[in-house]
């Protein structure tokens, strides 16, 4: 049998068939599996019969580590220039364990106001584990939208951990800086520090 660490344990229990007893039941034994912890456990089942027999059989538990994965933890904007300004997003990765990401590759799209795909870029992130991305335009505003993330050690991108949206908007605000952010989907995250109760 295989498990993730965190799923629940629900013992199977075994089946014993005898001359002697019509119901006979076993006795369980071996070790206790402990789905918090990463592991191989042996749960032995020991059965016996008025007639002295006695059997056993055993069921090996093997509980593995969750996968690592990926997600957004941050997507901060600023602008720069008037006319013909230009848009900057800073994106941060985290593994499944809230830990920083060096060296993940985040891909996505870049689209007008008009919601028209305009151009794809990719990033990496650094030892802080945060990458850039830039665009320019006319438009009253842009939007980044990831639509991958990937990096050496991990199995997949888990858009359900996103501690933010995967888009974000920004807006020409004539070169005064960034519109904070996408900001957390407080409907996911409700205990986020940027989430406030109304």
């Given at each position: 049998?295989?498990?993730?660490v965190?799923?629940d ?7 014993v ?20 912890t990463?592991?191989t456990?042996?749960v ?7 007639s002295?027999?006695t ?11 969750a996968?690592?994965t ?9 602008t720069?220039g008037?006319k ?16 920083l ?7 996505g799209?870049?689209?007008?106001e ?10 990496t992130?650094d030892?802080i ?18 639509i991958?993330?990937?990096a ?9 951990d ?29 205990d ?7």
């Open positions: 049998m295989s498990l993730t965190g799923d344990y629900i013992e199977q229990g075994a089946t068939t005898d001359n002697d007893l019509a119901t006979p039941e076993a006795t369980v034994g071996g070790d206790n599996v402990d789905t918090s990463a592991g456990y042996v032995t089942y020991y059965v016996s019969d008025p002295g027999n059997d056993n059989a055993s069921r090996t538990v093997n509980v593995s580590e996968p690592a990926l997600h957004i933890a941050d997507m901060i904007s600023e720069s008037k013909n300004w230009n848009a900057k997003v800073t994106i941060t990765i985290h593994g499944n364990n809230h830990n990401v060096e060296g993940a590759f985040v891909q799209t870049w689209y007008d008009n919601n028209t795909p305009i151009s794809s870029e990719d990033c992130t030892s584990g945060q990458c850039q991305v830039t665009e320019s335009t006319k438009g009253t505003s842009l939007t980044f939208t990831v991958d993330v990937s050496s050690g991990f199995e997949s991108y888990n858009p359900d996103n501690e933010v949206s995967d888009s974000i908007t920004v807006t020409n605000d004539g070169g005064s800086g960034g519109d904070g952010g996408g900001g957390p989907d407080c409907t996911k995250k409700p986020h520090p940027k989430c406030e109760t109304k």
